[in-house]
């Protein structure tokens, strides 16, 4: 069962569905971060507009009472009238004033007449007597009420409510002046109104700083979240990949299982009903050789019938082997003496192609438990393989290493290699490069050493028959040292 498009497709936007969920938790944070950071900010603004207030009021309220103790009542006394325009009423005011907010934050401190609006006294001799627009703070302070308010000079970064660095901030407060009864203690009627001004920047550019910190810091941090997301979405699209793959390998081997299996059903069925009549055209030519009658001809036509049925027989054998794999019987052996066995076997046919045999087994014992027969099978179908590969001399190597728990078995020879295009295909039933043979020699040997708990590859370089390469072929064979016996 092969993935169909609709899988890949609701795989693809699984990943894009991810993908869209960290983003979009980005951007949530990201818009989340701005008002957070807008609120300390703004809290850190009240807080010190506040304050500033607080001290402007007591400020005003002092301010009141020395004037008008200092001032209102012993000019009062002496001259009848007020007359700031007067020099010494000026100075005498003046001095109050500035003796009252010495050592106190006051940039500017105005005192406007009733109904009129004009500046009768102020710290800048150049706004007495100019007349101001009756703002809402001079209104409400006639009314006998105080207000406070910031006047910026600064710009609102796109009107988000960050201000910029830079710009005066002035803070505005108007107090209405009344005088006291010295004796009942009772505030008499409004007089005048105070209107005092806080140079409030280098504060205000430090809530400013504030600000953007608190900002920056958001932003650094939903960052570091985010990346902290896209790592967790790396992650999980590897092992949805990885859980992907392994599902998709698993069916194609259960397909090619499924293949295999109805393929063994039938050549187990047709085997077994070609042995039959192989076995009497057998035994019918060797009757016919035996006979006391049967010449030379006879007995040359007999031999080749004799010979070609037990080529057909062994055939029709691994076709039942291929078909119905043989349960292996685990026992204790050594795998060294397993090798060293096929080696012995092949030295013969080795020095007939001068085919050079090499190993590192000497001086080994490698203990195994595993079916001897089989292993020993297995191994001389390859080695057999490889001599064969070597048709004008060469070198065949075997080499055994541990890692683990696991023998790792390499064979290498210097054969020709093994065509791109049929690497895919070595291990499937029926395909071979040879002119004889059924194809199934390799198949076998795959179920033997997987029946072992093993894994077995081929690595063989390019086959270049125009320039006469020789770049060899590898088979690699990872066996446990004690395979679990199913």
Not at 303 to 315: D, H, K, Q, T, V
Not at 455 to 465: H, L, M, T, V
């Amino acid at each position: 069962m092969t993935p169909t498009p609709q899988h890949n497709l609701s795989k693809g936007r699984q990943f894009r569905l991810v993908k869209f969920f960290a983003y979009a938790s980005f951007i949530v944070l990201i818009i989340f971060s701005f008002p957070f950071s807008m609120v300390i900010s703004q809290q850190a603004k009240d807080i010190l507009m506040k304050s500033y207030e607080n001290y402007a009021l007591l400020l005003g309220e002092n301010l009141s009472h020395q004037v008008f103790q200092n001032f209102v009542l012993p000019v009062t006394a002496r001259y009848g009238k007020i007359r700031l325009r007067e020099k010494h009423q000026y100075e005498w005011m003046d001095r109050i004033v500035k003796n009252t907010i010495h050592s106190f934050n006051i940039d500017l401190v105005n005192i406007y007449e009733i109904g009129t609006g004009v500046i009768a006294y102020s710290t800048d001799p150049e706004l007495i007597g100019k007349q101001v627009r009756m703002s809402l703070g001079y209104k409400r302070a006639v009314q006998g009420e105080d207000s406070s308010r910031l006047v910026s000079g600064g710009d609102d970064l796109w009107g988000l409510g960050i201000d910029m660095l830079g710009g005066e901030k002035k803070f505005r407060t108007f107090i209405p002046f009344r005088g006291v009864d010295p004796f009942t203690g009772e505030k008499g009627e409004i007089g005048g109104v105070f209107e005092l001004i806080q140079d409030l920047s280098q504060e205000y550019a430090s809530i400013v700083r504030l600000q953007y910190l608190i900002f920056g810091l958001s932003i650094l941090i939903m960052g570091l979240i985010f990346v902290a997301l896209l790592l967790i979405v790396h992650k999980a699209e590897s092992i949805i990949d990885q859980r992907a793959k392994a599902q998709r390998e698993l069916e194609a081997q259960l397909n090619h299982t499924e293949r295999l299996a109805a393929l063994g059903q039938m050549v187990a069925g047709v085997s077994h009903e070609i042995r039959n009549p192989l076995g009497i055209i057998r035994s019918t030519a060797e009757l016919l050789r035996g006979m006391p009658k049967a010449d030379e001809t006879q007995a040359r036509l007999s031999g080749l019938i004799i010979e070609e049925s037990s080529r057909l027989n062994n055939i029709v054998t691994e076709f039942l082997d291929f078909a119905r794999p043989q349960r292996p019987n685990f026992q204790a052996c050594r795998l060294d003496e397993i090798l060293k066995k096929g080696l012995l076997f092949l030295t013969p046919e080795a020095e007939k192609k001068n085919i050079s045999l090499t190993s590192n087994l000497d001086h080994q014992t490698l203990p195994l438990r595993a079916d001897p027969q089989l292993l020993y099978r297995s191994f001389l179908n390859i080695l057999v393989n490889a001599v064969q590969s070597m048709e004008n001399g060469g070198t065949l190597t075997v080499e055994v290493t541990q890692q683990g728990d696991h023998y790792i078995i390499r064979f290498t020879d210097t054969g020709p290699g093994i065509a791109a295009e049929n690497r895919s295909k070595i291990f499937d039933p029926f395909f071979s490069t040879k002119d004889k043979g059924s194809g199934l020699g390799l198949s076998i040997v795959k179920n033997i050493i997987e029946g072992h708990s093993g894994e077995i590859w081929i690595d063989s370089g390019e086959k270049d028959d125009r320039a006469g390469d020789a770049s060899g072929t590898t088979v690699t064979i990872q066996l446990p040292r004690s395979a679990n016996e199913v």
